[in-house]
């Protein structure tokens, strides 16, 4: 499975962005989609994901700001980012998660301004 991430970039507190990623190769619709930050000196943290059949998960600081959905063919996923904080910066990646797959994408930087 490869995931190609783009829509990253430099954006000011306030602002909105729309990340996306498109996975091809051997792919399942039931797999669980998501994206996930990792911050300078932090640890990768979940920000939010998606299921095959519909279902959310999100982190509790992005609550009411992101919305993640997938496209119609299911092998997109985006994640529209609203009110934009600083502590939203840090490279967002892809994740793609069946029961016996697990897979990253390369990361998009994604910097919020103060």
């Known amino acids: 499975v490869q995931l190609v991430e783009s829509g990253g970039g430099l954006v000011q507190a306030g602002g909105s962005l729309t990340l996306s990623c498109a996975a091809s190769?051997?792919?399942?619709?039931?797999?669980?989609l998501g994206w996930y930050r990792q911050a300078p000196d932090k640890q990768r943290v979940l920000v939010a994901t998606i299921s095959g059949g519909g279902s959310t998960d999100y982190a509790d600081s992005v609550k009411g700001r992101f919305t993640i959905f997938r496209g119609n063919a299911k092998n997109t996923v985006s994640l529209q980012m609203n009110s934009l904080k600083s502590e939203d910066t840090g490279v967002y990646y892809c994740?793609?998660?069946?029961?016996?797959?697990?897979?990253w994408g390369q990361g998009t930087q994604v910097t919020v301004s103060s």
């Open positions: 994740n793609y998660q069946s029961i016996s797959q697990n897979y």
């Open positions: 190769g051997s792919i399942s619709s039931y797999a669980r």
